[in-house]
């Protein structure tokens, strides 16, 4: 009986099977080898599968290992090695010392900081929620902030509902301001997020490119600043809130949360490693990887007992490990097989008639094409799918190919318009106060907005660093 | 009626259902589920029980728990629950852990019915057919977001799937009230006979009118039809009921519409035919609710355990 509807529910999986054998059946186009077919076979059928996800993603990360090893694109080492790298090191560490962080109660702190700098008035506490959020974010990561932050605001929507039942403006400017505060800033530094580590690591093992934290932070950070302001101001005047006044809900909610005294030493503790890792980070990671750094911070909450290795185990989400770590094989497989250039070319033979071929007009095209897909799909899959092609469009047209990656990583964070694409994103929607519409709203302004801000440091502000690869 | 699951979302609609059930459980005794899923967060780098830890330690409920919160209060306002001499509520409470954490509430109807409300996580319609398998339920009334055309083809129901998935009847609301008169269409098939049974079921329970509706497809057909008219008062006679009769002459489907409009409650039959023939064949039914402006009820033909399906006549859509 539910054979036909589950049949139904799968359509996506058999489409996307069903795509899969006919590419196998189909010659490969002029430029393309038979493993170069091959390897696109596998690509597109995981762009089908992260887009309309019919099974857990994780899975797909597997079957790209599997297909790989099927298809004769490489030995079964050379395949784990893919998987394996400074990157992943670096993704799974990152979230390890999230955990750690989450885990103390570092949030209420941060919370009464804000209070305390921006008063109870809604306008300044949003842009003090905002720009506080983006702050950490850019540093701890886009995820750590949201799981932080996002109960604090809801905890303030729940106290104000009390005297005002009607509160879903006031409820989505709040929540936005830490979802959007954080995802802009995700891109400010390689730890705000994984697909700063795909990046840099494409730019290494692709075109042997190393970029350090803080040259990173030159490039990207301003865009973190520049977008602090806008995104309040646009949250005001989308949601229109019903109150303004927060002063009873905060003074609530101080009495409901006690102030537990001066900070404890395990708070300390907390900051303190992390503060070790970043510079590790910022001194260290030349010699010895970002990712040792970060296995390092891991090992010290561990040992210093700040967190537990149960809680590591289920506050981690391995599977998207598994994902990024796929994402990243499957790149290094395009690349390998040619499949990345000719990728590039036929991109680039489209853009061209368009006049987008080369320059600015290239980097506004991929900002475009990484807004779409993004929107689309998670944001580290989409960086590793589409950075291989993006950079290889930048060095076939002459256009710096550093400027295509950071263009590539920036554009892949303006997933604001629908729920899934980010963490953040769908950890505010499960609160239950917002609408998909609500997204779509606040999220297309702000798109456009970033479009505009990213555009501007593209030929204004990275020019002043001279040429470069 | 035995056994009401009433799903529940963020919809108007879904309060309109809601309210219903607990009229009908109050006037008929039968026991009532109500149901929320809540959607899971995927795919987040962080485990989403790290998350739900930091809720709860700013005193955060859960956005169902509310909902849920919410529901009960309001089957309470409807005097589901008995009182005692000061008017106080007198429910008795019984919590029961499922797995990953989540909980339901048992709670006893002034009638003894059983009353549960419960959580369960992942996609809506799956959730709710799972619910449904239960044998002893014999109706489900689902609130519905109303999209028709593009909207629908790119959202998808979850009202149009349960009605097409379920194994009992389905009421799907549409401005659902529960003085609203009911109104069933008479075809002479089984299926519409168990169709009318229901209605006046449902009709008695509400205390509301009935109105028989037979259609005939040209003006050679009349008598016919008002044989089917005559064979539905008699199902409703036996069952001590008095009922309204309307012929009339037109595409079936097109005059049911026209006759229920936003003010009656259309109750139709489904053609028991297995998934594999609705999957490709349709169901006049399922194609109605889908274009109705107001609340369709779609029954099933009732099977008796170990009993083969009863074999019906030819289609007529």
């Known amino acids: 009986m539910h054979f036909l509807h589950r049949l139904a529910a799968r359509r996506w999986l058999w489409f996307s099977i069903l795509v899969g054998v006919a590419l196998l059946l189909v010659p490969p186009p002029p ?32 079957l790209i290992a599997v297909l790989q090893a099927f298809f004769a694109l490489a030995s079964p080492d050379e395949i784990a090695r893919s998987f394996m790298s400074d990157s992943v090191f670096f993704i799974m560490g990152s979230l390890m010392i999230s955990v750690a962080i989450v885990k103390q109660r570092l949030d209420r702190r941060i919370a009464f900081a804000i209070f305390r700098l921006s008063g109870p008035r809604l306008g300044r506490l949003a842009f003090g929620i905002t720009a506080v959020s ?126 537990s005294g001066p900070m404890s030493l395990a708070e300390w503790q907390t900051i303190g490693i992390f503060l070790l890792v970043l510079l590790g980070w910022i001194t260290l990671s030349g010699r010895y990887g970002l990712g040792i750094v970060a296995l390092l911070g891991a090992s010290l909450y561990l040992v210093t007992g700040l967190v537990k290795w149960e809680d590591l185990n289920s506050g981690v989400n391995w599977g998207v490990i598994w994902l990024y770590a796929a994402a990243i094989s499957l790149g290094l497989r395009l690349q390998q097989t040619g499949v990345a250039s000719w990728l590039a070319q036929t991109f680039l033979g489209v853009l061209t008639p368009l006049g987008l071929a080369h320059g600015v007009g290239l980097l506004l095209a ?86 505009i801000i990213l555009m501007a440091l593209v030929t204004l502000y990275w020019p002043l660093f001279g040429p470069t690869h | 009626m035995r056994k009401l699951l009433i799903p529940i979302s963020y919809l108007p609609s879904c309060q309109q259902a809601l309210e219903f059930g607990a ?38 409920e859960p956005a169902y728990f509310q909902l849920l919160r919410q529901a009960e209060a309001k089957l309470n306002a409807l005097g589901l629950f008995p009182h005692d001499t000061q008017g106080r509520p007198r429910a008795k409470h019984a919590l029961k852990v499922l797995h990953k954490g989540l909980y339901e509430v048992h709670l006893i109807g002034s009638q003894g019915q059983a009353v549960r409300l419960r959580v369960s996580e992942g996609r809506p319609v799956p959730e709710i057919l799972r619910e449904a398998d239960d044998p002893t339920y014999d109706l489900i009334i689902t609130g519905t977001r109303g999209h028709r055309g593009l909207r629908r083809f790119l959202l998808g129901s979850v009202a149009q799937e349960v009605a097409y998935g379920a194994p009992c009847s389905v009421l799907v609301a549409k401005g659902l009230r529960t003085d609203q008169p009911v109104l069933v269409g008479a075809t002479g098939r089984l299926t519409s006979l168990e169709a009318v049974r229901q209605a006046g079921e449902l009709a008695a329970a509400l205390g509301t009118r009935i109105t028989v509706l037979a259609i005939a497809p040209s003006a050679e057909e009349r008598k016919e039809a008002e044989d089917h008219a005559e064979t539905a008062l008699g199902v409703l006679a036996e069952m001590g009921l008095g009922a309204d009769v309307a012929i009339r002459e037109g595409e079936p489907a097109e005059v049911m519409l026209q006759e229920a409009g936003q003010e009656h409650i259309l109750v139709l039959g489904r053609l028991e035919r297995s998934r594999v023939k609705r999957y490709f064949l349709g169901d006049i039914s399922l194609r109605t609710l889908e274009r109705s402006s107001g609340s369709v009820l779609i029954t099933t033909y009732p099977r008796p355990l170990g009993e083969e399906p009863t074999p019906v006549g030819p289609i007529l859509t």
């Open chain 1, 31 to 62: 430029g393309l080898t038979p493993a170069g077919m091959r390897a696109l076979d596998i690509l597109i059928v995981a762009v089908i599968l992260f887009i309309t996800e019919p099974i857990p993603l994780p899975a797909v990360a597997l």
């Open chain 1, 134 to 259: 983006a702050l950490l974010a850019s540093f701890i990561g886009e995820h750590t902030v949201a799981a932080m932050m996002l109960p604090v605001v809801l905890a303030i929507v729940g106290l104000v509902q009390r005297d005002h039942p009607q509160v879903r403006g006031l409820a989505a400017v709040l929540i936005f301001s830490v979802a959007y505060g954080a995802q802009i800033a995700g891109v400010g530094t390689p730890s705000g997020g994984a697909r700063n580590a795909i990046m840099l690591d494409y730019w290494r093992s692709l075109f042997g490119i190393h970029v350090g934290y803080l040259d990173w932070m030159k490039y990207a950070y301003p865009m973190v600043l520049l977008q602090i302001p806008v995104v309040p101001w646009l949250l005001l005047h989308t949601f229109r809130p019903e109150v303004h006044d927060l002063r009873r809900a905060l003074a609530r909610l101080r009495g409901q949360v006690r102030r």
């Open chain 1, 366 to 451: 991929i900002v475009l094409l990484m807004l779409i897909l993004t929107n689309m799909m998670s944001t580290g899959a989409a960086v590793a799918v589409l950075g291989p092609i993006t950079l290889h469009m930048a060095k076939l047209a002459g256009t710096s190919i550093l400027d295509a990656g950071f263009v590539t990583a920036i554009a892949s964070g303006f997933g604001y318009l629908v729920i899934a694409s980010t963490p953040a994103g769908m950890i505010a929607y499960s609160s239950g106060l917002l609408r998909p519409s609500d997204y779509l709203r606040a999220g297309a302004r702000l798109a456009l907005a970033s479009v």
């Open chain 2, 23 to 60: 009229r009908l459980s109050i006037s008929s005794g039968a026991s009532l589920t109500v149901l929320h899923v809540a959607p899971v967060v995927k795919n987040a780098p962080l485990g989403h029980k790290l998350s739900g830890e930091k809720l709860a330690e700013w005193g955060v």
